[in-house]
């Protein structure tokens, strides 16, 4: 049996027996701050060119970030350049602030605020690790010694701060993360950010954000909200904080773990769009911020062109959006299900006629067209569909509105194809079976000619109105002409065919309708007859006089029985 599990240590949970956050609901959008070029461009194969890092930085300004961490500009020069373009080409809108991070090291700290002269905005974000597990294997030092490292550090970024906004007027805010929160004793972060707070000077007025990175995920998503929770309730001069959170993925549980955190009493949320960064990336913001559309809440992020911003990551970074990436994913707004596809296409009819305030369509969380979406790709065709799908997308794509009667009867002809195909069908392939089906379906009868007129009779004082047909049939090679008399075309017609021997048909429903709107439109009509065997069939006939559409369906219908007979 295997034993490797036997090596890992349970993560300790946090004494919060009167936890509160279980009743708490999210009700408003945090901040936002992406950190796509920082933390996500370390992560890439292929780390972004400046280029790359200024369409990236104009895509998130124009999804509606305000803080955007640009990079770590003291590292290297790549990390400088994109930082000093920004400023120099005058590229950051005035309502955007930009943030930078450096390690709690004063050299670092120095090189940074030589970097950042000239920005408007500015973000100071520092740092130094402060779990049990680095303390002891990397630094060797007690929690008393990274405490007096932070301290240090936010001593001089205050006096530094304090000379830049002296020469130049820059509003230069402070953050500080305890690196590896998640893996730090709570009353430890506590402790390490309550001094942090006091060298900086926090006030209700001039707030410092206090970051707490689940930098590698280790525990469910409960125990990080306790995590913060305890941090907030402990947290001396908490309205002198804004508190943030910086999850990452390594569990599967970023997203859940911030909304927990939020809901806990966070103020703030860093991330990336599509959860990109280092081993199994990090918080996805696009998903986040989703999820509170999806539940009535302006995220204050715009996504509504979610495709054209999919498409500026996956140049940038050179990596794939999943297809069943939330939201985003090529496949996340399709049903193969038959019995799904059924659902939601009573859903969207539901929606049409009843005009309803909300959106009610199974399976669909969210209205695709909310973010840029089409609802031509919801529903796709394979051996798994049921019935419906295949009515849907003749409908929605071609506006063949077939009788629910005749779903069952096409769906088997579509589900037969891709049985055969082994694949998925696409539109365009599922309206070529339509056509050759029903449209072109002229054997072994194929109506030439034809005229209809009316007559007036008298019968016993009274005069009644009939329908004679006339028209040429052609079948077994030859032509013939047929000619009937009915109370109305329909009927002339099915007595006229009678003459050449094709009986025992009998008419069972009628469905028809316009095919576009304009006084061009071609109507469709859909005709279902018992066949001489007792079972029934459908035909469909298409032409622009209603009353020659349902004889082409007539035709069809027949024709169709015919070939059935042959086979």
Not at 135 to 152: C, E, P, S, W, Y
Not at 308 to 324: F, S
Not at 334 to 340: N, P
């Amino acid at each position: 049996m295997y034993e490797g599990f036997r090596k890992y240590r349970p993560f300790p949970p946090i004494d919060l027996p009167d936890r509160q956050w279980p009743n708490k609901v999210i009700e408003k959008a945090p901040t936002w701050c992406s950190v796509d070029l920082r933390d996500g461009n370390q992560a890439l194969i292929n780390p972004m060119n400046l280029e790359q890092k200024l369409r990236f930085f104009k895509t998130l300004v124009d999804v509606g970030f305000k803080e955007i961490e640009v990079g770590f500009p003291s590292a290297s020069e790549t990390e400088y350049e994109i930082l000093r373009t920004l400023i120099d080409r005058n590229l950051i809108p005035d309502d955007v602030t930009i943030q930078v991070l450096v390690q709690a090291r004063p050299h670092l700290i120095q090189k940074t605020f030589e970097a950042i002269r000239g920005a408007k905005n500015v973000i100071v974000h520092f740092y130094n690790s402060t779990s049990t597990l680095q303390r002891k294997v990397v630094f060797h030092t007690d929690m008393q010694g990274v405490i007096d490292i932070a301290v240090d550090a936010a001593r001089l970024i205050k006096r530094l701060t304090d000379e830049e906004v002296a020469k130049t007027g820059a509003n230069i805010r402070f953050e500080y993360s305890p690196e590896s929160f998640s893996g730090t004793e709570v009353q430890n972060a506590v402790d390490i950010c309550q001094r942090v707070l006091e060298e900086l000077g926090a006030t209700p007025e001039n707030k410092v954000i206090l970051n707490l990175p689940n930098t590698v995920e280790g525990s469910t998503p409960n125990c990080h909200a306790d995590q913060i929770e305890y941090f907030c309730r402990h947290l001396k001069g908490r309205d002198s904080a804004i508190i943030s959170l910086h999850p990452h993925n390594d569990r599967g549980c970023a997203v859940a773990a911030t909304e927990l955190g939020l809901m806990a009493g966070a103020d703030r949320v860093e991330g990336t769009l599509f959860g990109n960064g280092e081993r199994t990336g990090n918080a996805d913001i696009m998903v986040i911020a989703m999820n509170m559309y999806s539940q009535g809440i302006d995220p204050k992020l715009d996504f509504s062109n979610l495709n054209a911003i999919k498409e500026v990551y996956e140049d940038c970074t050179e990596l794939q959006v999943h297809e069943r990436h939330p939201y985003a994913g090529e496949l996340v707004f399709t049903a193969f299900s038959g019995s799904h596809q059924d659902a939601i296409k009573k859903g969207i009819e539901y929606m049409q006629e009843h005009h309803s305030d909300y959106w009610e369509v199974p399976y669909l969380p969210l209205d695709p067209a909310d973010v840029g979406r089409a609802y031509e790709p919801i529903i796709r065709i394979n051996s798994q569909s049921g019935k419906g799908g295949a009515a849907f997308i003749m409908k929605h794509n071609y506006g063949y509105d077939m009788p629910k009667t005749m779903h069952p009867e096409f769906g088997a002809i579509v589900k037969g194809a891709c049985d055969e195909a082994g694949r998925e069908m696409q539109p365009d392939e599922i309206y070529a079976l339509f056509q050759k089906e029903y449209l072109d379906n002229r054997y072994p009868y194929n109506l030439k000619s034809y005229k209809l007129y009316e007559e007036n009779e008298s019968h016993d004082d009274q005069k009644d109105t009939v329908v004679h047909f006339e028209g040429n049939l052609r079948f077994k090679h030859e032509d013939h002409h047929i000619s009937g008399v009915g109370n109305g075309p329909i009927d002339a017609f099915f007595n006229a065919i009678r003459t050449v021997g094709i009986q025992n048909y009998r008419f069972v429903s009628y469905h028809e309708h316009a095919l576009n709107a304009g006084a061009d439109s071609k109507a469709v009509s859909y005709i279902q007859l018992e066949t001489p065997d007792k079972t029934t069939i459908f035909g469909v006939g298409l032409d622009s006089n209603i009353s020659l559409a349902s004889i082409k369906g007539i035709i069809c219908a027949i024709n169709r029985a015919e070939q059935k007979n042959q086979a």
